[in-house]
């Protein structure tokens, strides 16, 4: 059974910055492309970005230049570095474990609550 697991949120103010981690289990960590998603307060939830299993990362374009994932396949964990964040970065982020690159696949983490304040 794959297991997702999300840490790392926070409140925090607008210009601040948060490192989500997401650290997996009962899969193959190392040969799945992950992703980030989050989901604001009556709003679908969208991808932020997807890191492949090399680690090459891509990112929505209202997070470029200031989020960065990364992932550590000895750890089995995968990480968002959120930089100068706004208010409109406020909601629940998830990870997911890509059913290809950009593909969301079938297992979700439980989300962490980011809130920034202005």
């Known amino acids: 059974q794959v297991q997702l697991v999300e840490s790392g949120g926070g409140l925090v103010q607008a210009g601040g910055s948060l490192r989500l981690s997401c650290a997996a289990s009962g899969t193959i960590f190392s040969i799945h492309a992950m992703g980030w998603y989050r989901q604001a307060p009556g709003k679908q939830r969208e991808l932020v970005g997807a890191?492949?299993?090399?680690?090459?990362?891509k990112y929505t374009d209202s997070v470029k230049g200031r989020f960065t994932i990364s992932r550590d396949n000895a750890k089995n964990t995968v990480y968002l570095q959120m930089n100068s964040l706004k208010p409109e970065d406020t909601a629940v982020y998830y990870c997911?474990?890509?059913?290809?690159?950009?593909?969301?696949?079938?297992?979700w983490g439980q989300g962490t609550q980011v809130t920034v304040s202005s």
């Open positions: 997911n474990e890509q059913l290809r690159f950009g593909v969301k696949g079938d297992y």
């Open positions: 890191i492949t299993s090399g680690g090459t990362a």
